[in-house]
């Protein structure tokens, strides 16, 4: 009622000077026009009255679903505080706290084929299958188009990681080798299944401090950690194994490192009734010295015992003879240099060498301390190496030497003198085919001396010998991965090679291969086809 009082005069006011200027209007009129203004300010006010209601629920509204925004906020941001305090600090462990993490590793190495002569009949072959290899085993020639033999290994590798920082790794190898051909090859001598390695290390450990921070210790039966070899001659570098202990990594410079090693090992077969195979032991106690790409390994042998066995067969499985002085002490050196990434500073590539020599027990330098035929007073100087180089785009060469002198090695007076060179190459022509092409050639000195050797129950002399041996391979190759890597795997050849020497080396002796039926000197082709993988 205020409000249209308010209304009613207002209007009377304004429209008193329009009806002055006006013609005169009765009362009624001028009562009828003012009631119509009102009325008309009336709705327009409850109009606003309206609109200004609804923008009060539309404001509280807003208000609300921001209230709303923000409590969702709040507790999205209260979940993701709680999520990143859980990702800060691990969860308790459902274990004890020095329970392990484990991974498992599965890594193997084969090859396998078939190795036939022209006339079709099973061939002879075998990188080692000169007379000079029986000389410490070590006289190879190039594996292409060269090996008969089926052979695997399969490793099993346990990692284990502990919150303290500190790991551990069991490492267990399988090993088959076998000359059958058969799909099934009984338990003969043929093939050899064996446990080539079961040893466990550790390493990290928080109670070492100093250069032993961040050293390895290893126990169990392995080979050497830092063991390297020349694959295409299948031929080791050094090879050094057996079953001990030791502790690799002592840092004692950012370039100067040392490894501390024992093992123990046996020479196979005695050939007597008064030591059982394990009794007599070869114990080799190992220093080496890494400086950059140096190394400097020195070993000291002893083997009590083993001149007790005089005149019985070698314990190297070739049927020779014992000698009368057989060593029980020796020692060993090797000057080792290796670079993974230059092919003996000239090119990218790797190249690997050394310089090794033993007397004793030690003049076998292939395998340090595996040889128990060695003389006391034997000597023996070899060098070895080889390299791998990309000289074009689609060509990889790999030539490799070793070289040998021994005297007084297996009689006192004997003298054995070798060398064999060869060279891998490979043709990458597509992403998955290349031509492998391979050519050895092997010289050799060999004077027994009066080493005697056994034959179907009969005692022979090794003979002198002098002369050459040389091989050439074609393997046109499949493969996967990189073609132009000629050290990548897997692949699978075909192949053909020819082989030849002087007639003189068929006389060395009875029970080698030279001078057997079908295998004798004037030239021999051999064919097949074979896989090799390793991962």
Known sequence: ?????????????????????????????????????????????HAAQQRAEAAERQTARAEQRALAAEQKMGALESRTERVEARAAVPPAPAKAPSDPVNDFQFTGYARAGMLVNSSGQGARGGPGISPASSIGGDAH???????????????????MHFRDGSWARFRAMVADGATNPDPWVQDNDSHHMNVRQIYVEMGDLPGFSGPAQHATLWAGKRFDRDNFDIHFTDSDIIFLGGTGGGINDLQWTPHWKSNFSVYARNFGDLGSDRYSDSDVQNLMFNVSNFYDNWQLMLTGMSAQGNDALKDHTSTTGSYAMRSDNSATHGLYAMLAYRDKTRFYGLAPGNSESALQLGNGLGAEARQPG???????NAKTLRFASYGIVPVS?????APSVIAQHSEDRYRDGDRYDWATFNLRASQALTHNFALLYEASWQYMDLKPNGRTYQDNGAVYRYQAVKGDLYKLTFA???????????????????????MNWDTSLDGYALNDDFGSV??????????????????
Request: hydrophobic share 45%; charged share 20%; proline share 3%.
């Open 518 to 535: 079908g295998f004798t000197a004037g030239g021999t082709w051999n064919f097949g086809i074979q896989t090799e993988i390793w991962f």
């Open 476 to 498: 046109p190759t499949f493969k996967v991965g990189d073609v132009f890597d000629i050290k990548a795997r897997p692949e699978i050849r075909l192949f053909a090679t020819y």
């Open 393 to 397: 785009k689609n060509w990889s060469l």
């Open 1 to 45: 009622m205020r409000n249209s009082a308010f209304y009613v005069a207002f209007a009377c006011a304004a429209a008193l000077p329009a009806a002055a200027a006006s013609a005169p209007l009765t009362i009624e009129q001028r009562l009828a026009l003012l009631e119509q203004r009102l009325n008309r300010a009336e709705q327009q006010a």
């Open 141 to 159: 020639i190039g594996r292409l188009g060269n090996e008969k033999d089926n052979y695997v290994e399969l490793g099993f590798i346990n990692n």
């Open 370 to 376: 595996s040889d128990g035929d060695l003389t006391e």
